[in-house]
């Protein structure tokens, strides 16, 4: 069974650079596993960032951006604004029968 | 615009059933594969359940297996949970959402507002 695995927590400064990471028990995080990105801030539901990888919604901001990076799907945050704190969510696609499986979640703080 | 609305939550007993609803609009709903996520309070977000636009193909989370079934009514651009045996661990904010599933590309796009379980004695 597949476990995605993300850091708890990261703090960034406002202006500043910061970059979450998804990894999988299963091995290197790939193209195939179509990787998407979530913010989610307290008593919203989830917010759609990035799907299948690097791909934006129209709404995404040009700030954030996805990639693969050192085997894991990432989601880089270029010049964050205070309302960048939130958590985030990445999530991976299994295809089998456990068709999504979501990662446990970043809490960004900005300050 | 995208509305997906959801209905039916409340309070159950352990072992008790309840049925959740999600209506769609401003989505070729008949095309659009779907999704159960739900999330326990101050916890991460839990796949539960998928089901394809022709309600042909579904997906379970093992957690929900045998007791949770997803359906689909394309005419009323609806989505279903029925949910039975409920558990403790079952409570929880319930989230439909819409799949985007082509070729070269997979996503969770919509997010309806979600609608809150709660399974106690």
């Known amino acids: 069974q597949t476990v995605v695995t993300q850091e708890p927590s990261l703090t960034v400064s406002p202006g500043g650079t910061v970059t979450l990471t998804c990894a999988s028990n299963?091995?290197?995080?790939?193209?195939?596993?179509?990787p998407n990105w979530f913010q989610q801030r307290p008593g919203q539901p989830p917010r759609a960032l990035i799907y299948?990888?690097?791909s934006k919604h129209s709404w995404t901001p040009a700030r954030f951006s996805g990639s693969l990076l050192g085997g894991k799907a990432a989601l880089t945050l270029s010049g964050a604004q205070p309302e960048d704190e939130a958590d985030y969510y990445c999530?991976?696609?299994?295809?089998?029968?456990?068709?999504?499986?979501f990662g446990g979640g970043t809490k960004l703080t900005v300050l | 615009e995208v509305q997906l609305l959801e209905s039916g939550g409340g309070l159950v007993q352990p072992g008790g059933s309840l049925r959740l609803s999600c209506a769609a609009s401003?989505?070729?709903?008949?095309?659009?594969?779907m999704s159960w996520v739900r999330q326990a309070p101050g916890k991460g977000l839990d796949w539960v359940s998928s089901?394809?636009?022709?309600?042909?193909?579904?997906y379970y989370a093992d957690s929900v297996k045998g007791r949770f079934t997803i359906s689909r009514d394309n005419s009323k651009s609806t989505l279903y949970l029925q949910m039975n045996d409920l558990r403790d661990e079952d409570s929880g904010v319930y989230y439909c959402?819409?799949?985007?599933?082509?070729?070269?590309?997979?996503?969770?796009?919509?997010w309806g507002q979600g609608t809150l379980v709660t399974v106690s004695s």
């Open positions: 401003g989505i070729t709903f008949s095309s659009s594969a």
């Open positions: 959402a819409k799949d985007d599933l082509t070729g070269s590309s997979r996503g969770i796009s919509y």
């Open positions: 299948s990888t690097r």
């Open positions: 089901i394809s636009g022709s309600g042909a193909s579904t």
């Open positions: 999530l991976v696609y299994s295809g089998g029968a456990q068709l999504w499986v």
């Open positions: 299963t091995g290197t995080v790939t193209s195939g596993d179509y």
